[in-house]
């Protein structure tokens, strides 16, 4: 039987040569931090709706409730939008029934509610939850302080605002008390329009 010994710098020249390609595969399958582009929700009538859909536009992600005491802003988030949609900005409802259990109605009833009572045309979604046991993966990613430092922290109440700008990242939080047609969120939107152009 024959014996081969190689000498001892072509063996580290061997092993140098395929760390690189072993660290490259490496970071290659390392997964990039998540955006809001990469959540799937189902829109009011139940139908799936990729968050990627909304790409490069500047979005205001706000849970809702029927029956709050900051119901009107639904009035405000549509004046918002519709002044705002042709640059690009949408909102994006989503009927919570956390707090104060004030979403109690099927997704029927609350499209019913959104289009008669307040002529909503901006998307609204599916019933979820915002907080707590059963937490929507959405929601966990803009309120961990891991995925979202700057801005997580529970959602406080109905009508809490998440400001996304174009490239999917959260570049401001409005209190759910805080009407949308206060100046300081109006402004945050214009410039976000303006600055992600």
Known sequence: MLSYKLPF???LGLLAALIPVQVTVAASKA???????DFKVNDIDGKPVKLSKFKGKVIM????????G??????SLQTLYEENKDKGFVVLAFPANEFGKQE?????EIKEF?????HVTFPVFSKIVVKGEGQHPLYQ???SKTTNPKFGGDVEWNFAKFLINRKGEVIARFPAGLDP??????????????MSK
């Open 70 to 75: 900051n119901t009107p802003q639904y009035a």
């Open 61 to 68: 992600v706000v849970n809702t409730a029927s029956q709050c």
């Open 9 to 11: 710098a072509l063996v």
């Open 141 to 143: 990613y803009l309120t």
């Open 104 to 108: 109690p109605g099927t997704d029927q």
């Open 114 to 118: 959104c289009t008669s009572r307040f």
């Open 31 to 37: 997964k990039k931090p998540p955006t809001v582009y």
């Open 181 to 194: 047609l206060k100046p300081e969120v109006v402004d945050a939107v214009g410039k976000a329009l303006e």
